[in-house]
């Protein structure tokens, strides 16, 4: 593992300030130019420390607190991204280790992939007749072709000299899958993974926007026809972080299992 | 797979290890020819090559680079499948890859996210399978010793030199105690000193298991040949390459390095295959 220098870590933190300078900058020209409809910072900024205030509090079903909303989201992401990447690492094992796997599903994949979530969204109302089922469907149907397809990528890529070792020792079926596919494969799949969740977290937004009831999507509806627009700019700040935050840890999660040139 | 070799039952002819054309074959070349499909149509690597080698016999196959060497090797390991022609192994027709064959590669092939005592775990766990845990931990303990890496037994393969990671390869491959043991160039990355020191070793373990053991190794390394081999095959230069030459190698053994050079059978052996493989010796100016 390489170490970062002190001075290395006050770079990026550095640029990193430099870069939210450049947003409050533009989102305060913006203001200024709209008239203050569109609220700046510093209005945002009340609203924010307001709603984080007590973040837990509920008042019945359709007053609760920003920390409700937000686990409530976080709580059908994971959910759907776990049920996504089930069936999306299988299917992507199977995509690349045959060829016969690789030409039936391939087409499926091309086809499904670019379907709006939105689309998606009255079959699994119709399928699970509650619109949570509906939301983590979405979720799920979504999310998991970026793990699919960097899956396959992954295995198809596996180099001879590791299938000769299979080979020559005589592995099983379950021993090459376990000792040669997966490690091989895994930075791959933990790259899908990265892209799926990111995906997840967009369609959360909209699916509740759909389905009503508790989350972040719905915050951001509910904020609009209380016609709270620093609620909505604090709902999509807090979005834009969390995505962030998911980012980061699925790169950690990479870097922890890249197993080349230690 | 069908020729799995019960282990136990493979040192079974100590008592006549000297007396090696009273042996069986334990490899039987027939005929071999290997042609591959390209884009620019057929390339025949080698042409109808038959050859035999007795059990405990160290081969050693020389020529110059590409000149099908470790293709005629791989349809005895059972990597590359002959055009046409047959290749028995320990009395079986190669299908494919056996554990009654063991290979070192020659960019030794090992697992880069396991440790090296991990690589030769896995293969010893999945070749003998009849043995207990305990008594596999012990397998694998015990060839790491041989090779000298026991402080290094838990580094992952990038944090070993050349020399450490094809003695890995080595130890997993004699780990699995196979009759044949395949060597694909294995001392080609070393340097002189480290290389050395490595035939030291193979003879060494082909000695514990009193010379049972048929190996069958290629190299271009012509001094490397005379020292460990009974038999150095020459081939001729490919496409579609046939055997030169099969120069017996009598020099009794133990051999020591430093001694045979001034034998005169070393000397006389090692003129041979100069010429055989060169046909010239100075430059004409």
Known sequence: ?262 | MTNIVNPNQLVDSASDFHKINSRENAIDIKNVTVSFNGSKGTFTAVKDISLEVKKGEIVALIGHSGCGKSTLMNTISGMVTPSSGEVIANGNIVKGPGPDRGIVFQNYSLLPWMSVYKNIYEAVDSVLKDKTSAEKHAVVDHYIQMVNLTPHKDKLPGQLSGGMKQRVAIARAFAINPSILLLDEPFGALDALTKGSMHIELLKLWNLDNRNKTIVMVTHDIEEAIFLADKVVVMNNGPAATIKKIVDIKLPRPRNKKDITHDPEYISVHDELLSLLFDKFSIED
């Open chain 1, 1 to 262: 593992m390489k170490s970062i220098s002190i001075k290395e870590i006050a770079t990026n933190v550095a640029y990193f300030l430099a870069s939210m300078a450049i947003l409050l900058g533009l989102w305060q020209l913006i203001s200024v130019i709209t008239k203050a409809e569109i609220p700046n910072p510093a209005s945002t900024w009340i609203v924010f420390k307001e709603l984080i205030a007590d973040p837990f509090y509920d008042y019945g079903p359709n007053d609760k607190g920003i920390g409700i909303q937000l686990f409530s989201s976080l709580g059908r992401v994971s959910t759907g991204f776990a049920l996504g990447s089930l069936i999306a690492i299988p299917m992507g094992l199977l995509m690349g280790s045959t060829k016969i796997g690789m030409n039936l599903l391939n087409p499926i994949v091309q086809i499904l992939r670019p379907v709006s979530p939105l689309a998606w969204f009255p079959l699994g109302l119709l399928a699970f007749k509650a619109s949570d089922g509906a939301t983590i469907f979405i979720i799920a149907i979504t999310s998991l072709w970026p793990t699919v397809i960097n899956t396959a990528f992954g295995v198809s890529s596996i180099p001879d000299d590791h299938k000769n070792v299979g080979k020559a020792f005589g592995f099983s079926k379950w021993k090459y899958l376990t000792k040669i596919m997966l490690p091989f494969a895994l930075p791959h799949i933990i790259t899908g993974l990265r892209l799926s969740i990111g995906i997840a977290w967009v369609v959360i937004v909209a699916g509740e926007m759909l389905s009503g009831g508790v989350g972040i999507g719905f915050f951001v509806w509910d904020s609009w026809n209380g016609l709270s627009l620093e609620r909505i700019l604090v709902a999509i700040l807090i979005i834009g972080t969390v995505g962030l935050l998911f980012d980061k840890a699925f790169n950690a999660l990479q870097n922890a299992f890249t197993w080349e040139k230690k």
